[in-house]
């Protein structure tokens, strides 16, 4: 799977702290942080309801913006699992 990148800003203090919990769970910190935006996707995705494939469509094509209601207990039908 193709991956995106993204260029993160962050303050010296938190990426220090953030590479000792990297180093404590084993991963590095890019992973430490993917690992930590998946906790927080699922988190909004339990409280709001699952972020539907026609939503993620919306990123690349606003001008087709409409408003997608959430759908709660459906099957996650992302391509890779949170």
């Given at each position: 799977?193709?991956?995106t ?6 303050h010296p203090l ?10 404590h ?8 942080i ?25 990123i690349?094509?606003?001008e ?10 459906r099957?996650?039908?992302?391509l890779f699992?949170?």
């Amino acid at each position: 799977m193709d991956q995106t990148r993204f260029t993160l800003r962050i303050h010296p203090l938190i990426m220090k702290k953030l590479k000792v919990i990297a180093d404590h769970n084993g991963r590095s910190v890019n992973k430490e942080i993917e690992q930590i935006l998946k906790w927080i996707i699922d988190d909004f995705e339990n409280k709001c309801g699952k972020i539907r494939t026609e939503e993620l469509d919306l990123i690349d094509h606003p001008e087709k913006k409409a408003k997608i209601e959430p759908v709660k207990d459906r099957p996650m039908d992302m391509l890779f699992k949170l």
